[in-house]
């Protein structure tokens, strides 16, 4: 490896999508290469989740948490970091895990931490001169993502009357990455006007997705399917549709209990484990997300046990991104997927040993972006390289979601016809 080192560390704040403060960090490599990170935020965030340094949150340097994270990155991560080659990304995280020394991230803040690896993750690709992906996966990753794309809103990131928070299409039948984007554009745009013509709101939520005022879940899954269909498609064919409850959300009073915070309805486990089959035998869902809680192992069994061979079931607020939390799951047959979000772990490489773990135990890896983002793009060349063959990045009409549906068609050109775009193929029978 070229004798490259790093020479300069610089962190400030920067504004996310929401028009919070955030992260962002610039690495200066010795041959003058300069490699940029940023860290997202949620709003749904999950209880085990690390520690993020966020104003706002009065526990923490009075509620002037991003300004600290700076200011950990400056010094702290500088100190440690200057002089470190920036090719061994497993190293840097290690470092600063050490520096850190909290099981949380609570010492340097877990956006300090990431946006400073993912910057150097991005320097040491430059550096090289190839791209991300090529510098995170090798020749191995060469499958282009089917998007996840949310097209409607509810939960905490709309100020609607819809309790899920995420209604999803995928374009699993289309022949390529570019294809499939343009389906789901056409039926965004159908959408909306199927939407006008009810005189329902055509205002967005956090991701981008409409958020009218609805009576319940079927009827959002029935406009998107009108959707699909008046855009010319086959729903089940061309498309198939996913949900992201976001259930931890809807904590009722004990665990296993469920109430929903807009219609008030309450639900046990299995009260919610029947609602999700009867929609999966009316609709032609292919992937539910936190469809229980985070703490709910015993319901997330059952659920499992119901469900998991005719729906990918995927724990985000569950898993966290954790491999500890993760093989708890495993272990117990706990859903069948994991989302995967850098900022819920703090470093690229535990990340990247969180997608391994799923996919060595047959478990599926969905990338993931945030309600709250940055232009940073990461994700696309993540799920590349590590074959994810999904990821979920909100939906076509903010430009910090189509930043990284525009790098994958970079990516989808460059690899020309080494891309494959493996649609169904990637999901097996379910
Ligand atoms: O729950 C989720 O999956 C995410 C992203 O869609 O939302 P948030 O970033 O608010 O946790
Ligand atoms: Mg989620």
Known sequence: ?????????????????????????????????????SAPSGASTGRFEALELRDGDSRRYGGKGVSQAVAHIQKDIQNVLKGVSPFDIYHIDQVMI????????????????????????AAAAQSLQIPLYRFLGGINGNRLPVPMMNI???????????DVQEFMIMPAGAPSFREGLRWCTEVFHALSGILKAKGLATSVGDEGGFAPDLASDEEALQYILDAVEKAGYTPGT??????????????????????????????????????????????????????????????????????GQRVQLVGDDLFVTNTERLAKGISL???????????????VSETMEAVKLAQQSGYRAIVSHRSGETEDTTIADLAVALNTCQIK?????????????????RIEEELGDGAMYPGFQAFGKI
């Open 1 to 37: 490896m070229k004798d490259v080192r790093i020479e300069q560390i610089t962190g400030r704040e920067i504004i996310d999508s929401r028009g919070n403060p955030t992260v962002e960090a610039d690495v200066l490599l010795t041959d003058g290469t300069v490699g940029r990170g």
């Open 98 to 121: 050490r520096t850190d020394g909290t099981t949380d991230k609570s010492g340097l803040g877990a956006n300090a931490m990431l946006a400073v690896s993912i910057a150097c993750a």
């Open 152 to 162: 409607l809103n509810g939960g905490a990131h709309a100020a609607n009357t819809v």
């Open 238 to 307: 061309d498309f198939v549709l996913a949900i992201d409850a976001a259930a931890s959300e809807w904590k009722g009073a004990k665990p296993g209990e469920y109430v929903l915070p807009k219609n008030g309805q309450a639900f046990t486990s299995q009260e919610l484990t029947a609602h999700w089959r009867h929609l999966v035998d009316a609709y032609p869902i292919y992937s539910i997300e936190d469809g229980l809680d985070e703490e709910d192992w015993d319901g997330w069994q059952i659920l499992t046990k119901e469900l």
């Open 333 to 347: 047959d706990c859903s069948n997927a994991i989302l995967i979000k850098l900022n819920q772990i703090g470093t």
């Open 393 to 409: 990045s909100g939906a076509p009409n903010r430009s910090e979601r189509v930043a990284k549906y525009n790098r994958l068609l």
